[in-house]
């Protein structure tokens, strides 16, 4: 860790070339398909908490063409950080009365319901020209998208999507990390039969995981976020994609305690032998959950065998990890213990705290010194 790095409790390493490197993976996946299929990228939530700002521009360079969010402060957010030909979809729609703030905004709706159907065909009359948007439909999943009962109700008017000018149709998965899961197949199904009754327009199905399923799940475009980051897309597989993320906490102080001696919060971890204990600057105030407490474990980077737990309540600025098993090697102060690291995955980590990797990511929060692994120029 860098000196800036010292102020901070912790410092959270992002690698862009990664982002790049895992995009390229997955657009060449899906291009296979008889080079058909493109892949967007779904950077919500602050692409996923790594700062859209950074990611998206990343994206574009490595041949990104479409972009997602789910608030119209998002995509406002990051417009300008992409080239303005490339869409930014919003993937909640208009809120009610925003519809002109929202195309102002550069920006492209994913209409998901009668009502936001509703808002941006009164936009596009009184501009008096047709406005691009997407539409969801709900292949199954009941959460965004017209229903099967609407679609076929507004089939029957031929006015239903006057001045709607469909730029995509689209879905989304409820169970595609589970590849064996029958709803995978009937989402596809139905995602085929309910398009059909809309206007002819590039179709997306698949996210991260949906990838992994087959070309049947394609379509035209795919629109992963959690793999692009690093995420393993395959639960409970090997993974392709490379790591993004390093959280890595400086040591504060190291003590010796004797056998009996209770560490934090609740007296929750008590030593059954003397003990070494080294406390980090990292808590749940850093979004490293609680639920971590007693569970996950750190790693010295030059020693990434030795396990080293996490023992007691994670607090709101620290945790205590026990280093005994390290015997006499040093930990001075300011010692940088990876939390994510190249030895403990985001995927281990967010399972000791109960959680998903989705999860951790988006809760990291600001609080830690970051970095940013550039794209080597090319
Ligand atoms: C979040 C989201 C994605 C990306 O999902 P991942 O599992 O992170 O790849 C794609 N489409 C929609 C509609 C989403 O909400």
């Not at 490595?62 to 490339?86: K, M, N, P, Q, W």
């Not at 519809?99 to 159907?117: K, R, Y």
């Not at 965004?144 to 076929?152: K, M, N, W």
């Not at 698949?206 to 959690?226: E, H, K, N, T």
């Amino acid at each position: 860790m860098d000196v800036a790095a010292q102020w901070a409790g912790g410092a959270l390493t992002i690698d862009l070339s990664a982002i790049a490197a895992n995009y390229r993976l997955l657009s060449g996946i899906v291009a296979r398909n008889g080079a058909k299929t493109v892949c967007g990228a779904a950077i919500k939530a602050d692409a996923y908490g790594l700062g859209a700002d950074r990611v998206a521009p990343v994206l574009e360079r490595a041949g990104c063409r479409h972009f997602f969010v789910a608030h119209l402060s998002e995509g406002a957010s990051i417009r300008d950080t992409i080239s303005r030909d490339i869409p930014v979809f919003v993937l909640h729609g208009p809120p009610p009365g925003t519809s002109g703030d929202l195309l102002e905004a550069g920006l492209t709706p994913v209409l998901n319901s009668p009502e936001q159907l509703e808002e941006w065909r009164a936009l596009a009359a009184r501009r008096g020209k047709a406005l691009p948007a997407a539409i969801q439909l709900d292949s199954g999943m009941a959460r965004f998208g017209l229903t099967a009962e609407t679609l076929e109700a507004l089939a029957d008017d031929s006015d239903s999507y006057a001045g709607i000018d469909p730029v995509l149709v689209m879905s989304h998965l409820a169970c595609a990390d589970v590849p064996g899961h029958p709803a995978n197949r009937d989402q596809l199904v139905a995602f085929r039969r309910l398009s059909a009754l809309l206007p002819r327009a590039p179709r997306s199905l698949a996210a991260s995981s949906g990838i992994f399923l087959g070309s049947d799940w394609y379509f035209d475009l795919v629109r992963p976020g959690a793999a692009l980051y690093g995420i393993n897309p395959c639960p409970g597989r090997p993974g392709p994609m490379r790591p993004v993320v390093r959280l890595q906490a400086r040591v504060i102080q190291t003590r010796s305690i004797p056998e009996g001696q209770s560490v934090g919060y609740g007296a929750l971890f008590t030593a059954s032998r003397p003990t070494r204990v080294a406390l980090l600057g990292i808590g749940y105030g850093d979004g490293f959950h609680r639920s971590a407490s007693s569970r996950g474990r750190a790693v010295l980077p030059s020693h990434p065998d030795v396990r080293l737990p996490i023992i007691g309540r994670v607090s709101m600025d620290s945790l205590a990890v026990d280093i005994t098993d390290l015997g006499d090697i040093p930990v001075p102060p300011g010692t940088a213990l990876d939390l994510i690291g190249p030895h403990n995955t985001l995927e281990e980590a967010a399972e000791a705290a109960g959680t998903i990797g989705y999860e951790l990511l988006t809760d990291l929060g600001g609080r830690y010194h970051r970095s940013y692994i550039d794209v080597a120029a090319d």
